[in-house]
Structure formats: structure tokens, C-alpha cells
């Protein structure tokens, strides 16, 4: 029988999925237990999952799509972020506590836990695992906050202290996120996987590249161990053949297109169902190329655009509207913020009129990526009815990003970032959109500071606090609108139970059952 006692996880609240019905209509989120008191957690069998892309155990440091079914049931984090509250919970982490500074920030590890290979895990493997998160190579998106710490060391056999010039909390708890910890005995093994070794509810057994893996259940895992006896992970690389997989070849399919969602509307043997996560849909305007130079006519685009039409032609219904980049439960945010260019081209118009912009041209660089061109289409309809010249030019994606890295895409320009569920404090200055060098090229000394003081809270009401002013004052500086946020769409059969998603996306599987 497999451990089912769960001592070690401190309030851990993830998103739970429950059975939805067919399409999104009837989609529910679980309040914290409610899932295991409708139904008994049966043991056995194995979940067999398609994906469109493959594993990259190389960068498992990294947010790359491919691990997202991988990373977090073969690994484990010291946190991860709660997806109804955003409050970091604890996994490996017992406690973590800071200094009244905080430039000390010290995580104390539990001392029950071993890897696969049986060796047990010690804040040497947590250090190096950080270390880690610096090499250019293993392609960290927080590599720039790891670098700005100036020391990781092991203050005890279960014990991390880090320290900085500047405050730690709370951006470490994204650096958390994407720090799953490894073995530093078998790490070189990640590069080619022919040893991936964590502490995870599963173990690695078996990949072949390009087409499947296998993970068996961890017997010894220090948690709740799984009920599964294996997982499958399928890649299929055309997005409506991998939706087909659904009707008896898999029993869950991840990251479905929105097209091809409509192909299962009204099947009871299939369930649509919204996952975390996700992406960002922005447009982003230079603020020193005229007439974008005037702040009334970048307001003027933000009340211009109907954002609802964009999610219901483009996503089918699958999205939100809010105009931040983080999320809307973040401490600080209000719906006057979230929601603050509602859709009113009556007031665009005044707005167009104020800065003496009536029918200028609106030249639009458009990353031809994903669903940005569709999203363009509705935006150029838009502007045309307030009375602006929209003049668009879709980019090869290579080409976009090159212009992005370097900070120049012209006077108007369409995005799309992921990282969706990471905090505020960290997205603006890991976005390209919002970091240092964005093509807005808006970088002033008060957002610097506003920045700076939302890195530096240490506390709750004054994380809000600097959150709810740097919010309000990018939202009427208005460089770069959220025009969508999506989440991915997935299907499953009804057999399947326990589907857990953490607020970035990644799904865990230790509380999965068939029945």
C-alpha cells in the first residue's frame, strides 16, 4: 500500500479539476478537497496523455511547454504557488523565513526525502540545483534573479541560506517555481536523458525522442504517494490528430486548439475543460514616436478595442479580459484595475480628439505566430471605427523576435508572452514587454522606482500597496494594453479524476486516479 498521509505539505491548495460535462459551459473549480468527497480515489492502471510537444529534459530549469506534463511528477520544488490564492505552499520547504531587510532569506528542507536512486536529499542538492539555475545553458527564464543573489550556501545539512544587495521575497518564490530539485550525482544524465533522477510521485523510466515517455509510480515517495501505476506521455504533433487521440487512444489530451474544441461539443464521452496558466495576448506602443507621443492617444487605442470580440471570435469564449500581466488575485489588484479599458469608443473618439490624431496612421508590426494575426484582424476593425488609420505588416516570428530582443518594433506592435501565473514582481522585468530595453522604449525614473518598491515589500498589505500604485500608474501611462489573456483548453474522458494544475500551468499527477 502506498503512503497516504500528507504531513508534509503546508495548506497546499492546487487547482483542482472537476468533472465538467461537455464543452466549457460546464466548467467547475473544486474548492480545496472537494474532488475526494464525491468520489473514493481508486488505485491502478495507467493515464495515458498526448501533447503536442516533446520533453527536453536538458532545460528542465527552464518553462518550456514540453515539460509541463513532465517536470513536476518526476520532480519536486521547495514551494510552488497556490492556484486559487498565489500564496506560495510548501513542498520540500518545511519553513522559510527572512530577515527584517530582507536581503537574508533562509528555507529549511524536510529530512525524509530521498531520490529515485535512493541517496537522500541534502541542501547541497538544493544549492547546486540554484547554482544551476545561472548557467546560460540551462536556459532559465529566472536566471537574472538567481544572479542577483550574492551568495546560495548550505547553512546546515537541511538548511539554504541565500543572501542579496537587494530583497530576496517574494520574486523567490517564482525562482522556486522552475527550480525543481535535481540530483546533482546524475544531472550530466538530463542532457541526453539517459539519467533523469528526482524525488518525485514518479519515476522516469523509459523516452523515446519524438514520440512517447514513460513514468511508473514512486513506491517510496516522502508525500501522498500516487495512486497510478504508470503515465504515458504521447507526442503527437498535429494539433486536431492529437485531439482525434481522445476517442480510445489516450485518455487526456493537452492544449487543445479552440477550433478544434468544437469537433467534441455535446459528446458526453469527452470533457473540455480550462487548465492555468497561459498566455498573453499585448499591444504595445513606442512612447517617443509621434503622434503615440501624446498619453491621450495611447488611452484612446486601450478604450478602442473590444476585447470581449476578440475571445469570442478568436478563442471561443476561452480567455479573460483583465488588463494586467499578473494575475488578478495578486494582493493590490481591484476590478477598477483589472478591468480599467473596458471597451467605449465613444470615449476613444474624445480621447483621439484630445491629442488632434483624428485618421492617423497606425503603422503595426504583428508577430505571425499562434492566433496574433487573427487577433490583429479584429484590432485593425477597431481602430478604423474610431477614426485611426491602422497600416499592418505580419512578421515571420524570427524576424519579430529579433526586433524585440533588441528593443525596436516600430511605432505600434503585436506581442505574445507566456509565463502567465508568475508574480508581479517578477514579470516586470522578465517580460519583454515591461522589462528594461522593451520597444516601448518606456522606461522612466518613477517606473523604476514603483518597480523597485514592489520588489522590496516584504509584507502583504505592502506588496498591495506598491502593486495598486504601479499598476494605476502603467494603466494611464497606457505603453502596452492587454488586449486578452488566455488559458489552455484540455480534454479528458470521464474516467479520469484528479487532475491538478499549479497557477503556471504545470500539471501534477500524484492525486490522479482512474475510475
Known amino acids: 500500500m502506498r503512503n497516504r498521509e500528507r504531513t508534509g505539505i503546508q495548506g497546499l491548495s492546487r487547482r483542482s479539476l472537476l468533472k465538467s ?18 468520489e473514493t480515489p481508486q488505485e491502478g492502471g495507467t493515464l495515458r496523455i498526448a501533447m503536442t510537444a516533446d520533453i527536453q529534459p536538458q532545460a528542465i530549469l527552464a518553462g518550456r511547454g514540453g515539460n509541463d506534463a513532465f517536470r513536476h511528477n518526476v520532480f519536486d520544488t521547495l514551494t510552488v504557488l497556490d492556484g486559487e490564492s498565489g500564496q506560495p505552499k510548501g513542498m520540500l520547504a518545511t519553513d522559510w523565513s527572512s530577515s527584517e531587510d530582507g536581503l537574508t532569506f533562509t528555507v529549511q528542507i524536510r529530512d525524509d526525502v530521498t531520490f529515485h536512486s535512493g541517496r537522500p536529499l541534502t541542501a547541497d542538492d538544493v544549492v547546486f540545483t540554484l547554482e544551476q539555475m545561472k548557467v546560460p545553458e540551462n536556459a532559465s527564464q529566472m536566471r537574472p534573479l538567481v544572479e542577483q543573489w550574492t551568495s546560495i550556501e548550505a547553512t546546515g545539512e537541511h538548511e539554504v541560506t541565500i543572501t542579496s544587495d537587494s530583497p530576496v521575497a517574494p520574486r523567490v518564490f517564482d525562482v522556486f517555481q522552475l527550480a525543481v530539485i535535481v540530483d546533482q550525482e546524475t544531472f550530466a544524465g538530463l542532457q541526453d536523458g539517459s539519467e533523469i533522477i528526482g524525488t518525485g510521485p514518479f519515476r522516469f523510466e523509459e523516452w523515446v525522442p519524438g514520440a512517447s515517455v514513460r513514468m511508473v509510480a514512486n513506491e517510496d515517495y516522502w508525500g501522498e504517494g500516487p495512486y497510478l501505476d504508470a503515465v504515458e506521455l504521447n507526442v503527437i504533433n498535429d494539433p486536431t490528430a492529437m485531439a482525434n487521440a481522445i476517442r480510445g487512444q489516450v485518455d487526456v489530451v493537452l492544449n487543445l486548439t479552440p477550433r478544434d474544441q468544437i469537433m467534441f461539443t455535446g459528446d458526453p464521452s469527452v470533457e473540455v475543460f480550462e487548465g492555468a496558466g497561459g498566455t498573453f495576448y499585448p499591444l504595445g506602443i513606442d512612447v517617443n514616436a509621434a503622434p503615440f507621443d501624446n498619453k491621450a492617444l495611447r488611452q484612446a487605442i486601450g478604450y478602442a478595442i473590444d476585447r470581449e470580440r476578440i475571445i469570442d471570435q478568436v478563442f471561443d469564449g476561452a480567455g479573460e479580459t483583465a488588463d494586467v500581466w499578473w494575475r488578478t488575485n495578486e494582493p493590490g489588484s481591484t476590478d477598477e484595475i483589472n478591468n480599467h479599458y473596458s ?11 484630445e491629442a488632434g490624431a483624428e485618421g492617423a496612421d497606425v503603422p503595426m508590426q504583428v508577430i505571425g505566430f499562434g492566433a496574433v494575426p487573427a487577433v490583429y484582424e479584429i484590432v485593425q476593425n477597431n481602430l478604423r471605427d474610431v477614426g485611426l488609420n491602422p497600416v499592418g505588416q505580419v512578421l ?13 518594433l516600430g511605432p505600434v506592435f503585436m506581442q505574445i508572452h507566456g509565463l502567465q501565473g508568475f508574480s508581479a514582481a517578477t514579470l516586470v522585468d522578465a517580460l519583454p514587454a515591461l522589462r528594461p530595453n522593451n520597444p516601448s522604449k518606456f522606461d ?51 474516467q479520469v479524476h484528479g487532475l491538478e494544475f499549479y497557477n503556471v500551468g504545470y500539471l501534477q499527477l500524484g492525486q490522479a486516479w482512474l475510475g
Not at 21 to 38: D, E, F, I, R, S
Not at 396 to 408: C, I, K, P, R
Open 396 to 408: 515571420e516570428t524570427a524576424a519579430f523576435d529579433q526586433g524585440q530582443t533588441a528593443g525596436e
Open 444 to 494: 522612466p525614473p518613477e517606473y523604476r522606482q514603483l518597480k523597485d518598491a514592489l520588489q522590496a515589500a516584504q509584507d502583504e498589505e505592502a506588496y498591495a500597496a506598491a502593486l495598486g500604485e504601479l499598476a494605476e500608474f502603467m494603466l494611464d501611462e497606457a505603453f502596452s494594453h492587454v488586449l486578452v489573456k488566455t488559458t489552455p483548453l484540455h480534454l479528458k474522458t470521464p
Open 343 to 353: 471597451y467605449d469608443p465613444d470615449r476613444a473618439r474624445e480621447l483621439i480628439a
Open 21 to 38: 460535462g461537455a464543452g466549457l459551459a460546464g466548467l467547475m473549480a473544486a474548492a480545496p478537497g472537494a474532488l475526494w468527497a464525491q
